[in-house]
């Protein structure tokens, strides 16, 4: 890397990524969390294209406590401070006994040109932990916060 070059999302992902599949279970999903001492992993389709994302907040809020609608009443209308898909998919989450019922679907990916500033901008504005980089429209590696940690203070590569 030339003096002054930007890094990319190239030369700082982790090429070797752990993914699971849609139909993993969710208890099969926190041990791989404990046992290779990661915070998420793509969900990676049979096919081989990037179905989603899960994260250990996905697994940690599917045990938590299921709270009732709030409503506010004006004059004589009632207005639910939840929609009816909001409380919906909170049920599902609860409910879920496989990765594709807790993952997020709708990811944010990079490819591997995307330069480090843009990386951390992504990560900070959109409060992402995990960010896939794809080339080809394929899994090509990952980039975790610590790796752009690592970046910023000059460590070594992923």
Known sequence: MKTG?????????KREVITVNPDTSVEELGRL????DISGAPVVDDSGDL??????????SKERRFHIP?????????IPLKSDAE???EI??????????ICTRDVVTVDEETPLNDIATIMTEKKIHLL????????AGIIGKKD?????AGGPEA
């Not at 070059?5 to 992902?13: C, F, L, S, Y």
């Not at 179905?51 to 697994?59: F, H, P, W």
């Not at 896939?132 to 899994?139: D, Q």
């Open 33 to 36: 969390f404990i046992e290779k």
């Open 132 to 139: 896939p980089v794809l080339k080809e429209g394929k899994l």
């Open 51 to 60: 179905y989603g994302i899960v994260t250990e907040n996905d697994l940690i």
């Open 70 to 78: 709030t409503i506010i009443r004006i004059f004589d209308a009632v």
């Open 92 to 101: 599902r989450k609860m409910a879920a006994t496989t990765v594709r019922d």
């Open 148 to 152: 752009v940690i690592r970046a910023i």
């Open 87 to 89: 409380v919906e998919k």
């Open 5 to 13: 070059e930007q890094k990319r999302a190239r030369d700082i992902m």
